[in-house]
DNA sequence: TACTCTAATTGTAATCATTACAAATTAAAA
DNA sequence: TTTTAATTTGTAATGATTACAATTAGAGTA
């Protein structure tokens, strides 16, 4: 997706399309690893050398709140933010603290929202140890 | 549950039987409300005068270590615990911000966990307004 | 293009939950 | 008891996140 298209896309989500705020999403869409704050930043006062870490969460807030991006609080040390807005669940490996996605079925999700609460967003976390740190124990 | 039997569960556990962590589990045993460390803190202060903030920490971490109580952090901003620890959901209301249990089903979990993954610990979140708010909005 | 007004960014400082640490206290075994 | 290891506790440190005010950029208008 080019910037001209990020930028379209903020607009019609009526988030007004700064320059940083396209490149935080921008990047989220291109690194599907649920970076936090601090790496988008690092990641990113590169390319605007005076990009601040205030912009990042500015910024993913605003994404946020245009339903954008999603916010993953698996780690209670520090947000999380995650492109992918389609269904999925969250896995935390305890070992190399990566968190991985995994399939959730649009059935299993409605078998488990509470029908007298309204408006719901729903997180699945599973936290354990991931193929990978398995087959290295 | 008496202190006495609240003792015997914890040494069961393996975890010693201080009069502070008793206290703890016998609040959150008899709170189902979440609370966060502050509450059992300003609860407890008043039983045990010396009582101290990183206590509630301490004893929280070895009960969840021994798998009497769980940490929810369906609050970015603050950890809470419970002692559920059997099959459910937890809901938080952005209107009140409490956090109610709803039932989920065995099948449901099962369905959830991603099978290449092991040890798996799961939680799910679900995130709205809830009955009550509902009513008085 | 220049102008204007509003919104966003930025750097610094503050906040606040949580943890580190070392001294004092307690639990449990001998 | 005495001893030893584990726990508690108060204070100080940590570190992610937010508040705030000054600067800068965005987008419409003439």
Known sequence: MTKQRISDVLRSHGVCPTQQRVAVY?????HRT?????????????EF??????????SAKALAKAGLIRVITIDAEEQRFDAGIENHGHFRCTH???????PVSEESVTALSPASFEGNT????????????QASL
């Open 26 to 30: 921008e990047y989220l869409l291109t």
């Open 34 to 46: 649920h970076p936090t704050a601090d790496t988008i930043y690092h990641a990113l006062v590169q």
């Open 49 to 58: 050398p005076s990009f601040s870490r205030t912009t990042v969460y500015n």
């Open 96 to 102: 190399c603290n990566e968190v991985f996605d995994f």
């Open 122 to 133: 729903w997180d699945v976390y599973v936290t354990g140890v991931c193929p990978h740190c």
